[in-house]
């Protein structure tokens, strides 16, 4: 009786998640609504959470609500407080969440939404929520400490250093694809180039009035940097469509690349009050309010998915990325399944503000179930759209052409049917003069996205409007990321090259700054540049090399944990953070492997750069190169590709083999090695 | 009937209160209130940053030097 009262709800949710899921995978022939998508989804968490994060808090970690957390025992009310748990998952929420869940889903559309969803589902629950709370209680127990400092403890200087520089050329490549992303929405869009430069004096105006008028009131400048940012938004058609100032505000992609690249210079040594921080607050509670709007959205419209199940690219064949489902679906879905980098977050600013031990279970694993399911609305957004739109947009251009009639006749023969007019009429509805080849994922997102919102406020005529707020709040917060990502590696720079010449060390000094800041900004920009001029759109390089290097990270903190389970001697529960572990280690060296060696000159870097150094020998010049130096670059940025590629499996196999070392040191002992702050009670009030 | 007003009115000012400080932690600014607080008890003699101290260092912290919490990405 007590069994069937305390499981009987559980199994009627997990009853009803199992239903949706059935209908969302065997439905032929007729749309699917979203919403069954999202029952779907929703009963996985609750059943996920209820069992899978309790079995994991009450065993693995054995979780003690009484003993002291680093808030309270280092309470200085600055970075240690101990602060209530609502408000605490709400940070922890804001900090993970960004665009790499949004970005991600769009391009796996291409296979249709059941692969990405059913990646999604499992790699939440079983990867990236153990990730994220299992770091979260070791950085806990050992005072807040940041993952580089805890695999250095627990594993060994030698992982520690390489795990660090592993974190630096993660900044690197995810600096690159995000500005890249910027670059795809804004090339030829006067509209939406023009809103978001418009966010660079309204967050100067906001920096102003909040340094020197009304310091401090952050509501305050938030209203008002929303209300102007509305405007730029309204204002920003009218621009477009201005004889002079339409074509002002007009550039190609490249041009974009080098503004960008300056702007990243620029923006990450001025004072951060100045432009960095009321920016912060924009895009913070614009990406908030956008996350709950397109949940509301997707609940009062119940929109059906016009993108089959699956797609005939499950064959490796699609226009948008190239490989096979194993293993780049689970590759390119990062952010929203398992994601590398919030083990940074996990091991940052949250562990130091938990106030009791329990609640890490919520904000650990609950929060990534919450990121986990803005990628699922991500899903659904894309999938919304007429599956013609959908290839118009993220095919490249050396496969479309430019025009309407050359992209319809090419996606048509790709299997979706679509005339020149209906690619016409969709760049009009969302105000701009073309869609084609917008690569990306951002731009299919707010398409997809302006065409549910739409649907519940404004109807067509307001379309245009909300696939610009669309592109504008991603954009504003990937202009943050660039601003703060920059800063960060200029610190990392600083540290590193500060071991050999300590002058340099000095963040006070201009000198310093402005060299490492540059070093910085070359680095991603080079990666940039070579995304925007690359004909297959970029994306389909930088995307599997970020999703590369971003589950290689969240395989080197899993194994972190694995080792400080063994060294807790619970390691028969190991399997909790070993199966998510090998399964990572498996995608990411078969894609590494895949992306370097492949025969396909697709996928494979060296045998692209082969069939470009063959052509070069024979004195052919190959498109999209237009003279020998251009041939010549193009190998050159291959070989690059490749050697990042072939450092980032090497970073896996050496974590993974010091891990395993530890693990059996751990095993052979007869007692607890793990290097835990000692256990105190919380004193009584 | 007032004793149950007053207890809506109470549970408002909790919710718009958790609202608010969960608004400005993701922005990076802690609770002024329980630093000062903090601070009166366990170190009488010294005096707490003002509030304006209090929100730049915060900001600072933030975005600031050697610090690379304010990055995020997904």
Redesign the interface.
């Known amino acids: 009786m007590g069994a069937i009262s305390k499981h009987g709800p559980w199994a009627l949710v997990g009853a009803l998640g199992a239903a949706a899921l059935a209908i969302v995978a065997t439905e032929r022939g007729e749309s699917v609504n979203a919403l069954w998508i999202v029952v779907a989804a929703i009963c996985v968490y609750v059943i996920a959470y209820r069992y899978y994060s309790l079995f994991i808090a009450d065993k693995v970690m054995r979780l003690d609500p009484k003993r002291e957390t680093p808030a309270v025992r280092h309470?200085?009310?600055?970075?240690y407080?101990p602060?209530?748990k609502?408000?605490?998952f709400?940070?922890h929420f804001?900090?993970?969440?960004?665009?790499?869940?949004l970005v991600?889903p769009v391009l796996a559309a291409q296979m249709g939404y059941l692969p990405g969803l059913l990646w999604i589902l499992a790699g939440v629950v079983f990867a990236g929520a153990v990730q994220d709370f299992i770091v979260l209680f070791v950085s806990m127990r050992r005072d807040g400490r940041?993952l580089g400092e805890l695999i250095r403890a627990e594993l060994g200087t030698v992982p520690g250093v390489i795990a660090l520089i592993g974190t630096f050329l993660i900044?690197i490549i995810?600096l690159a694809v995000?500005a890249l992303i910027v670059v795809k929405a804004l090339a030829g869009s006067p509209w939406g180039t023009f809103t978001v430069m418009a966010t660079i004096p309204i967050a100067i105006l906001m920096g102003v009035y909040s340094r020197y008028i009304r310091?401090?009131k952050?509501?305050e400048v938030s209203i008002l940097g929303f209300v102007l940012l509305m405007l730029a938004i309204v204002y920003g058609g009218s621009v477009a469509e201005h004889p002079t100032w339409g074509p002002a505000f007009t550039y190609t992609g490249t041009q974009l690349c080098w503004m960008l690249i300056g702007y990243g210079f620029v923006a990450s040594i001025l004072p951060?009050?100045l432009l960095?921080?009321p920016r912060?607050?924009l895009s913070?509670?614009l990406k908030?309010g956008t996350i709950v709007g397109l949940a509301l959205g997707i609940a009062v419209v119940a929109p059906h998915l016009q993108m089959p199940a699956m797609t005939k690219f499950v064959d490796g064949t699609g226009p948008v990325w190239s490989g096979q489902l194993f293993p780049f679906l689970f590759i390119t879905i990062?952010?929203?399944a398992v994601?590398g980098?919030?083990s940074?977050?996990s091991s940052?600013?949250t562990p130091k503000l938990i106030a009791n031990e329990a609640d890490a279970r919520m904000i650990g694993y609950g929060g990534m179930l919450m990121?986990s399911f803005v990628a699922v609305m991500a899903l659904v957004s894309a999938c919304v759209i007429d599956p013609g739109v959908y290839f118009t947009m993220n095919s490249p251009a050396a496969l479309l052409g430019t025009s309407p009639e050359t992209a319809a006749a090419a996606v048509t023969k790709l299997g979706f049917a679509i005339t020149p007019d209906a690619i016409t009429a969709a760049a009009k509805d969302v105000g701009e003069t073309t869609i084609i080849s917008r690569a990306g994922g951002a731009p299919t997102l707010a398409v997809g996205m302006a065409h549910i919102i739409s649907s519940a406020i404004g109807g067509k005529a307001m379309m245009a409007f909300w696939y610009h707020f669309a592109i504008l709040f991603e954009a504003l917060f990937i202009l943050t990321?660039v601003d703060?990502?920059t800063?960060?590696c200029r610190?990392?720079v600083q540290d590193l090259v500060g071991l050999a010449v300590p002058a340099f060390k000095d963040?006070?000094s201009w000198a310093a700054n402005i060299v490492a800041t540059a070093l910085c900004v070359s680095a991603w920009g080079y990666f940039l540049y070579q995304g925007v001029t690359d004909p297959l759109g970029g994306i389909n390089t930088l995307w599997p090399l970020f999703g590369i290097s971003?589950q290689m990270l969240a395989a080197v903190a899993l194994t972190l944990c694995t080792v400080v389970i063994f060294k807790m001697k619970r390691e028969r529960y190991a399997f909790v953070t070993i199966i998510p572990t090998v399964w990572l280690c498996i995608c990411t060296l078969t894609a590494g492997w895949q992306k370097i060696f492949h025969a396909d000159p697709r996928i494979g870097f060296l045998s692209h750069a082969d069939r470009y150094s063959t052509a070069l020998a024979e004195g052919k010049v190959l498109p999209p190169a237009k003279n020998v130096e251009q041939m010549s670059q193009i190998i050159f940025n291959d070989r690059i590709d490749a050697a990042l590629a072939v450092v980032f499996v090497g970073l896996v196999v050496s974590i993974a083999v010091f891990g395993v070392i530890a693990c059996i040191r751990a095993f052979r002992t007869d007692r607890w090695t793990a290097l835990e702050s000692d256990a105190r009670a919380v004193p009584a009030e | 009937m007032a004793v149950s007003s007053q207890n809506l009115r109470e549970r408002w000012q909790t919710l718009t209160k958790c609202v608010c400080d969960g608004a400005r932690l993701m922005v990076g600014q802690g609770d002024y209130e329980a630093y000062a607080s903090h601070i009166r008890k366990t170190h009488p003699d010294q005096a707490p940053m003002t509030e304006l101290e209090f929100f730049r260092n915060r900001e600072n912290a933030r975005f600031g030097v050697g610090n690379r919490n304010g990055f995020r990405c997904c």
């Open positions: 309470n200085d009310g600055l970075d407080v602060t209530n609502t408000v605490l709400g940070h804001a900090a993970i969440a960004g665009a790499g869940p991600g940041s900044m995810l995000l310091p401090g952050i509501g951060v009050w960095l921080a912060d607050y913070t509670f908030i990062a952010c929203g994601s980098f919030h940074l977050i940052g600013t990121e990321a703060a990502g800063r960060a610190f990392m963040t006070t971003n």
